[in-house]
């Protein structure tokens, strides 16, 4: 049985939480702190964190910042009631991979929970090429050629959105919805994720001679491979 932790400081809302995902087939582990999360998260590693981003001990992105510090792949869910793209963006830059704003429905809860921990159904899966370029999805390592390819929780998603979409033109709009999961784009956001894909492509195609990373001026960007 699949092992999800949940971090959520408000008694009743743990206690919901727990009961209706436990209802949904998982086991349930019901954390109020931070401390005791990062405790859990050592102790009996789970396979998915919803996690709340006010805690009273310690921000929720610091434990997200600590598990991803720890190599720490597990799908982190965030829930919290800041609904600014500033807000979202912070924290799915943190390694989160999932965001829902309170209040949610509870049943797109449990979807999201059931994607995430939606294990692929062929080997193929899990391991993603493009020329030289080679994604080991499970374990979020990115090669290219013989170059191990260090990237942050959302570069990694950003790559992982392209690759997915390779010869195809994804624009900014897609991008927003797709990756950062914000349905209403703002021009802050468009920053972000020009930094990003700039961050990307230093990463992904500096010191080779093909630049797989391309931008199709005024429409978005595309991940150019061999026909």
């Given at each position: 049985m699949q092992h999800v932790m949940v971090v959520e400081d408000d008694g009743m809302m743990a206690a919901t939480l727990a009961k209706g995902i436990t209802e949904d087939g998982y086991r349930v582990t019901s954390c109020g702190t931070a401390a005791d999360a990062l405790q859990v998260a050592s102790l009996d590693p789970p396979n998915l964190v919803v996690l709340d981003i006010g805690l009273p001990d310690r921000s929720g992105l610091d434990v997200l910042?600590?598990?991803?510090?720890?190599?720490?792949?597990?799908p982190v869910i965030i829930l919290t009631a800041r609904d600014a793209v500033r807000d979202r963006v912070k924290g799915l830059d943190a390694g989160a991979d999932?965001?829902?704003v309170k209040p949610f429905a509870f049943a797109e809860l449990l979807a999201r929970i059931r994607a995430r921990l939606r294990r692929p159904e062929t080997p193929d899966a899990t391991l993603l090429r493009v020329d030289e370029l080679t994604i080991d999805v499970l374990n979020r390592r990115v090669m290219r050629g013989n170059h191990e390819i260090t990237l942050t929780a959302q570069e990694f998603a950003l790559l992982r959105y392209l690759v997915d979409n390779v010869g195809k033109t994804v624009s900014r709009d897609m991008i927003a919805r797709d990756v950062w999961r914000?349905?209403?784009?703002?021009?802050?956001?468009?920053?972000?994720?020009?930094?990003?894909?700039?961050?990307?492509?230093?990463?992904?195609?500096r010191?080779?001679?093909k630049e797989l990373i391309q931008t199709v001026w005024g429409v978005g960007f595309s991940l150019k491979g061999d026909e």
């Open positions: 910042r600590s598990l991803r510090s720890r190599q720490c792949l597990t999932d965001y829902l914000i349905e209403s784009r703002a021009t802050p956001l468009d920053n972000v994720i020009d930094v990003h894909i700039s961050h990307l492509r230093a990463k992904v195609d010191g080779f001679d």
